[in-house]
């Protein structure tokens, strides 16, 4: 009886990562995550809505767009890969569903309407953690190919700075419900955490480009391995 299992042995197949165009999507998309959520200042123009001020507040949709571009990134480079490849498809379609959610819930903001207020905000939070995760089982996989331990390395800090930002978004949501005034600073502090998982998702890209491990020691061809 056969074991299903993945054997690390030298051969000469050839690895089904398209390692080239997996970097670029994940490079175009890198950069309006992380500044997105800066540029425009969406933390400050919401803080300027709901005090009735003139403002420009919206849902980051810059990394909106950038996400998506990881999206691709992610479901190319571990297509069919099992359990791996289910959760960042199931990760990249909540965060487009949380966006649009998102954008539909800031229309019916109003100046004081702090309900509508923390929806949006949860919305935008959850989007934020559902792409983060989609990016941390693309890197768990490419630690599980690869032989490097930066890699794995790299996993844990993405997987620490998403719990820490969600768990701060969570305080967040529960201050605008309450109207506490400190809900500014906690967004803020989300936003920060979000940038800092993002910067070490972005980390992942170059550990990626530069390793020289993964797909190399396939001894059967990768759509007849058997991933887990």
Avoid at 6 to 11: L, V
Avoid at 87 to 95: P, R, T
Avoid at 102 to 123: D, E, K, Q, R, W
Wanted: net charge positive; hydrophobic share 55%; with cysteine.
């Amino acid at each position: 009886m056969s074991v299903l299992e993945k054997k690390q042995m030298s051969g000469f197949i050839n690895p089904r990562w398209m390692k080239a165009k997996c970097v670029r999507y994940w490079e175009i998309g890198a950069i309006p995550c992380i500044l997105g959520v800066w540029l425009p200042d969406f933390v400050g123009q919401y803080a300027l809505k709901m005090q009735g001020l003139d403002n420009h507040a919206f849902p980051p949709v810059i990394t909106y767009v950038g996400a998506l571009f990881l999206f691709a990134a992610c479901a190319h480079a571990i297509e069919k890969m099992g359990l791996h490849y289910n959760v960042v498809m199931a990760g990249g379609w909540s965060a487009i569903a949380l966006a649009g959610l998102s954008v539909v819930f800031h229309f019916m903001i109003t100046p004081g309407n702090y309900t509508m207020l923390a929806l949006t905000v949860l919305c935008i939070g959850l989007c934020a953690y559902a792409a983060t995760s989609m990016f941390y089982f693309t890197i768990a996989k490419a630690a599980e190919l690869g032989m490097e331990t930066r890699m794995a390395r790299n996993q844990w800090i993405v997987l620490i700075l998403n719990h820490s930002a969600i768990l701060a978004g969570a305080v967040t949501v529960v201050a605008i419900y309450l109207q506490s005034p400190l809900w500014v600073t906690l967004l803020r502090l989300t936003v920060i955490l979000f940038t800092m998982a993002w910067i070490a998702c972005r980390t992942a890209v170059y550990y990626f480009k530069t390793d020289k491990s993964i797909g190399v020691f396939f001894t059967k061809p990768p759509d007849e391995q058997f991933w887990i």
